[in-house]
């Protein structure tokens, strides 16, 4: 009997791989038995050995190093059969009048060009049959209080990943995105939205904000065989935040 969501034989390059979701994404994979490319900005060779993994110093803003990240999956282990775009960042919390050019340029540099520049070079350079998965967030689906050139960034996405999946079907590759509201990641913790992560704590009907594994866990989903049918979504995982507002929500606001 095959094993549910087996990755076996299968090739992925997980860029910003080397922390937070990505990392966890890179040892699900390896668990499920693929192998693995990791695409990050920091020098994390050693981390990729200790894992079973390879890596390569990406930035991705740069197209070349891009293309150089995936064709390294080719060169290392013979193919490409995944691509997760998860390499990201954000321009601080401050709001709309606050906010300068330079934020949503390094925002849509990163978010939304590192994503392009993969989809691009895996056209050329993916199996048929593969899968790419970008990462955006709630905020690519809803506003997102002083996170305007994040959220602008994120809604871009889902745009990129919806069009990917009809430009990219004649070699039948899948292109989805996942919107993860707050994940527990360092990103999460930064000075300045305090406030925020707890008010959203507060209002999200589970009581918390997400765990990497979590998000992980969906990556690996969209990216086996089982799901072959899902294309060009951009999947919420939100802990129910979207279905509404809770009665003890209420209350707390109410009080």
Same mark, same amino acid.
């Given at each position: 009997?095959?094993?549910?969501?087996?990755?076996?034989?299968?090739?992925?390059?997980?860029?910003?791989?080397?922390?937070?979701?990505?990392?966890?994404?890179?040892?699900?994979?390896?668990?499920?038995?693929?192998?693995?490319?990791?695409?990050?900005?920091?020098?994390?060779?050693?981390?990729?050995?200790?894992?079973?993994? @390879?890596? *390569?110093?990406? %930035?991705?803003?740069?197209?070349?190093?891009?293309? $150089? =990240?995936?064709?390294? &999956? +080719?060169?290392?282990?013979?193919?490409?059969?995944?691509?997760?775009?998860?390499?990201?960042?954000?321009?601080?919390?401050?709001?709309?009048?606050?906010?300068?050019?330079?934020?949503?340029?390094?925002?849509?540099?990163?978010?939304?060009?590192?994503?392009?520049?993969?989809?691009?070079?895996?056209?050329?350079?993916?199996?048929?049959?593969?899968?790419?998965?970008?990462?955006? @967030?709630? *905020?690519?689906? %809803?506003?997102?209080?002083?996170?305007?050139?994040? $959220? =602008?960034?994120?809604? &871009? +996405?889902?745009?990129?990943?919806?069009?990917?999946?009809?430009?990219?079907?004649?070699?039948?590759?899948?292109?989805?995105?996942?919107?993860?509201?707050?994940?527990?990641?360092?990103?999460?913790?930064?000075?300045?939205?305090?406030?925020?992560?707890?008010?959203?704590?507060?209002?999200?009907?589970?009581?918390?904000?997400?765990?990497?594994?979590?998000?992980?866990?969906?990556?690996?989903?969209?990216?086996? %065989?089982?799901?072959?049918?899902?294309?060009?979504? $951009?999947?919420?995982?939100?802990?129910?935040?979207?279905?509404?507002?809770?009665?003890?929500?209420?209350?707390?606001?109410?009080?």
């Amino acid at each position: 009997m095959s094993t549910l969501f087996s990755l076996e034989g299968k090739v992925a390059v997980v860029t910003g791989g080397a922390s937070g979701i990505g990392l966890e994404t890179v040892k699900r994979f390896l668990e499920a038995g693929a192998k693995v490319v990791i695409a990050d900005l920091h020098d994390a060779p050693a981390l990729a050995e200790e894992l079973g993994a @390879s890596f *390569a110093q990406t %930035n991705v803003t740069d197209d070349q190093q891009v293309r $150089a =990240a995936l064709q390294s &999956a +080719v060169d290392i282990y013979g193919g490409l059969d995944i691509l997760v775009n998860n390499a990201g960042v954000f321009a601080d919390y401050k709001s709309i009048a606050e906010t300068q050019k330079s934020d949503f340029d390094f925002c849509m540099a990163v978010n939304v060009m590192g994503a392009v520049y993969g989809i691009k070079h895996a056209e050329e350079l993916m199996n048929d049959g593969g899968s790419i998965i970008n990462t955006s @967030s709630a *905020a690519g689906l %809803n506003g997102a209080i002083k996170l305007s050139s994040y $959220a =602008a960034s994120k809604h &871009a +996405v889902v745009g990129v990943t919806k069009t990917a999946a009809l430009e990219l079907s004649h070699k039948k590759i899948r292109v989805n995105c996942i919107c993860p509201t707050t994940v527990n990641t360092p990103m999460a913790h930064t000075e300045g939205g305090e406030h925020l992560l707890e008010a959203e704590k507060c209002a999200n009907p589970l009581g918390r904000i997400c765990e990497p594994k979590e998000i992980a866990a969906q990556i690996h989903f969209l990216a086996s %065989n089982d799901c072959g049918f899902v294309n060009g979504q $951009a999947l919420m995982i939100d802990g129910g935040a979207s279905a509404g507002t809770t009665e003890q929500a209420f209350e707390k606001l109410m009080a």
